[in-house]
């Protein structure tokens, strides 16, 4: 009974270890909390975007793939127009056509009775045989035409370019048809299934209908995966991602885009619980490295705790003795522990400084814009919430890019985040030190002015476009601005800063309107900048 009170008894030592690595581990373990849920979501978000850029790319190849192929289909038609009775031609132009690339694996020219004119290669459909109906669609169609995925009499599931030819006067003589399979080597073909993923990502390709042309698992081609929602986003939508579950009930992490030339969509992902795999290894690791600095810790927090507790189990020994003089001086000596505790502080807090160093960056990053380095909409709230706390009046700026969509779609995305980039330098190198600018969209901005009244904000607004517009930016040269001016001038509170960003949203909208390039301004006339 004496020894289990010992071991439970609550003296000062104890308490203070209890306490003290209680906090430790508390803090230590908020901290992975933080940093485990932060990095989760990072990692599912740059996941979904590179599994998207995958397959645009692999989509955009195809559709060129194919695109090109119709022009080829197309260039000899219109050569056969005038030779199709010509003894030789036919087979002369089907030749050249499978030869001349490794786009298509046969071709045929068909008469206007259904009837084979010619083939190439040799052997694969007889001359003059007569097409079955269920390969009859270029033939009853009568224009160009991508043909639904289809299995032929030679045993090959393929897909059919062809293009009708006419003769005189619209006579329809027939069409050629360039073939590409699907279950065989060819150019279509290693697009789709030469992927060198080493994670465990794949990609599969579905048809209109929704049933898998291409799949990593060669045994579920032609399975029907339409009841998928992810597959009706595929084949609807131009490109995007998400998080999904796929027909064997598994989640995955997936990015699609379509192929409008075949009414294709094209699908990449990755089990959600690989993802999530290689970021548990990562906290792991993260958690061994930190554990000698975690029990260097416990160490000092055990010494430090006998060291404080020693002189008060002296003090409680000595009680009664509290008047002799060696008994006070030893008492008078004690006063100094103040600062080994504050030592104690210091040790505890230089252990869990790395973290928190860790949790801070975050903290900015979650307020900063990773492309501009500028404040994002959180750094603009709390921006906000200062003024408001200071009743401080300053003027805003609703500040975006005339045309920005022609700058992406004519120099692509990268020299679109470059021009972002320039313009965010020159307007940072354009304000004062005082002055903040937040971007709040693509290519949307906000620029607030302290103390600063409406009139000056607009004169700073026309210099501001003005300034711009005779910047040079990357690869595009030049670009222009439309600027919006909001104030507050009243007593401050969060109506008066919403209605001001208001106000120069709506001067914004104005000013796009009026022809961009200028600046607008609800506080006072309109005012033109050529």
């Known amino acids: 009974m004496q020894v289990?009170?010992?071991?439970?008894?609550?003296?000062?030592?104890?308490?203070?270890?209890?306490?003290?690595?209680?906090?430790?581990?508390?803090?230590?373990?908020?901290?992975?909390?933080?940093?485990?849920?932060?990095?989760?979501?990072?990692?599912?978000?740059?996941?979904?975007?590179?599994?998207?850029?995958?397959?645009?790319?692999?989509?955009?190849?195809?559709?060129?793939?194919?695109?090109?192929?119709?022009?080829?289909?197309?260039?000899?038609?219109e050569l056969l127009a005038g030779n199709?009775?010509?003894?030789?031609?036919?087979?002369?132009?089907?030749?050249?056509?499978?030869?001349?690339?490794?786009?298509?694996?046969?071709?045929?020219?068909?008469?206007n009775e259904a009837e084979v004119v010619a083939t190439y290669p040799e052997g694969i459909l007889q001359k003059g045989f007569v097409l079955p109906e269920n390969t009859r669609q270029s033939y009853y169609e009568r224009k160009p035409l991508i043909t639904n995925p289809f299995h032929s009499v030679s045993g090959n599931t393929l897909i059919s370019?062809?293009?009708?030819?006419?003769?005189?006067?619209?006579?329809?003589?027939g069409y050629i048809s360039g073939t590409i399979y699907l279950n065989k080597n060819g150019s279509l073909s290693r697009l789709m299934k030469d992927h060198f993923f080493t994670d465990q990502t794949y990609l599969y390709v579905v048809d209109q209908f929704g049933e898998l042309l291409f799949h990593v698992d060669p045994n579920r081609i032609g399975e029907n995966v339409s009841q998928l929602p992810l597959i009706k986003q595929a084949l609807g939508?131009?490109?995007?991602?998400?998080?999904?579950?796929?027909?064997?009930?598994?989640?995955?992490?997936?990015?699609?885009?379509?192929?409008?030339?075949?009414?294709?969509?094209?699908?990449?992902q990755r089990p959600k619980d690989k993802v999530m795999k290689s970021l548990n290894d990562q906290m792991l690791n993260v958690l061994w490295a930190s554990l000698p600095i975690a029990l260097l810790t416990f160490i000092v927090i055990w010494v430090l705790a006998y060291l404080i507790s020693k002189p008060l189990r002296q003090l409680a020994r000595s009680a009664a003795n509290v008047n002799d003089v060696d008994m006070q001086r030893q008492i008078v000596s004690v006063r100094s522990w103040y600062f080994e505790a504050s030592q104690l502080k210091i040790a505890v807090l230089n252990a869990i400084g790395l973290l928190n160093d860790k949790i801070h960056k975050l903290d900015v990053d979650s307020h900063t814009d990773p492309l501009t380095q500028l404040h994002n909409r959180r750094g603009m709230q709390r921006l906000l919430d200062d003024f408001e706390a200071k009743h401080l009046q300053f003027s805003v700026l609703a500040l975006d890019i005339d045309h920005f969509k022609l700058v992406n779609d004519c120099y692509g995305h990268d020299t679109g985040d470059l021009v972002i980039q320039e313009l965010a330098k020159t307007m940072q190198n354009f304000i004062e030190d005082s002055d903040m600018v937040c971007r709040v969209g693509g290519e949307e901005f906000l620029i607030f002015l302290p103390n600063t009244s409406g009139e000056s904000a607009v004169s700073i607004a026309e210099s501001l476009c003005e300034h711009v517009a005779n910047t040079v930016m990357p690869k595009v040269k030049r670009i222009t601005v439309s600027i919006g001016v909001g104030c507050v001038e009243n007593d401050i509170d969060m109506a008066d800063i919403d209605m001001a960003i208001k106000q120069a949203d709506t001067a914004l909208y104005d000013a796009k309107n009026a022809g961009r390039n200028r600046v607008k301004s609800m506080l006072n006339s309109q005012r033109h900048k050529s």
């Open 4 to 77: 289990f009170r010992y071991i439970f008894r609550a003296d000062l030592r104890r308490l203070i270890l209890l306490l003290t690595i209680g906090c430790v581990l508390v803090t230590f373990g908020n901290s992975y909390q933080a940093i485990y849920n932060v990095q989760r979501k990072l990692l599912i978000d740059n996941t979904l975007e590179a599994n998207q850029r995958y397959a645009a790319k692999v989509a955009e190849s195809a559709e060129m793939l194919l695109t090109s192929a119709q022009d080829s289909v197309a260039f000899s038609a």
């Open 84 to 111: 199709f009775h010509f003894s030789g031609k036919p087979e002369e132009e089907i030749y050249r056509l499978v030869e001349q690339s490794e786009v298509f694996n046969s071709a045929i020219i068909v008469n």
């Open 237 to 268: 939508s131009a490109e995007g991602s998400q998080e999904t579950i796929n027909s064997l009930g598994i989640e995955m992490v997936a990015g699609y885009a379509s192929v409008p030339s075949a009414n294709w969509g094209v699908v990449v």
């Open 161 to 173: 370019i062809s293009h009708p030819i006419w003769g005189e006067h619209g006579h329809y003589l």
